[in-house]
């Protein structure tokens, strides 16, 4: 069956990175788009990025834009999200989703301490 699993949260000081890994199986991962979102305190659950299939395209929310990365290896169907720059308010749960499914991972805990 289909699974993503990430990987890579922690607790981190305002300013600092991390890197989180959504590891997938049971599809073809070359096929499909990555999209990441977040749920954070008193938000509705957010996109925060997507890659395209191929990985030449990506997008970002705007709370995020310069400061978060996504990036794909198709041939070990892995998908990451480089986070810089890091906000106490980007604190919470971070999800990865094969793009246009139900298909969704039970998400990693980000807590960015000021």
């Known amino acids: 069956q289909v699974q993503l699993v990430e990987s890579g949260g922690g607790s981190v000081q305002s300013g600092g990175s991390l890197r989180l890994s959504c590891a997938t199986s049971?599809?073809?991962?070359?096929?499909?788009?990555v999209s990441w979102y977040r749920k954070v305190s008193g938000r509705e659950r957010e996109l925060v990025a997507w890659i395209s299939s191929s990985g030449l395209n990506t997008d970002y929310g705007d709370l995020v834009k310069g400061r978060f990365a996504v990036s794909r290896d198709n041939a070990n169907k892995m998908s990451y999200l480089q986070m810089n720059s890091l906000k106490p308010e980007d604190t919470g749960l971070y999800f990865c989703r094969r793009s246009g499914t139900e298909d969704w991972g039970k998400g990693t805990l980000i807590t960015v301490s000021s």
């Open positions: 049971g599809y073809t991962f070359a096929n499909y788009g």
